[in-house]
């Protein structure tokens, strides 16, 4: 066997184990990251959805009880604005 057969086996090897580990590596992506992605994804909708439903939730909260309450809503807001203004000098 001469060099250049060697060469040449050695090259259709090293193609053979590429191949091989392009295609384990297909078969992880699609059996296993793939859906661990997807249930991530699912996941983080899910959370940011709730978050967003609370807020809003929290939101109209607070509208009802200045609505139902302004005086006191404008003293806590006056007393809150006098502390930041303290605050940031």
């Known amino acids: 066997m001469t060099v250049s057969d060697k060469t040449k086996e050695a090259v259709q090897d090293t193609q053979e184990q590429l191949q ?17 992605l997807a249930d991530a994804a699912g996941k983080a909708e899910t959370a940011v959805s709730s978050a967003r439903d609370m807020t809003n939730t929290q939101v109209a909260n607070v509208s009802d009880k200045v609505r139902h309450q302004p005086l006191i ?11 930041l203004g303290r605050i940031s000098r």
Not at 23 to 34: F, G, I, P, S
Not at 73 to 83: N, P
């Open 73 to 83: 809503a404008i003293a806590i807001s006056t007393v809150v604005g006098y502390l």
């Open 20 to 36: 091989s580990l392009r295609a384990m590596v297909e078969q992880l992506l699609n059996e296993r990251v793939t859906p661990a």
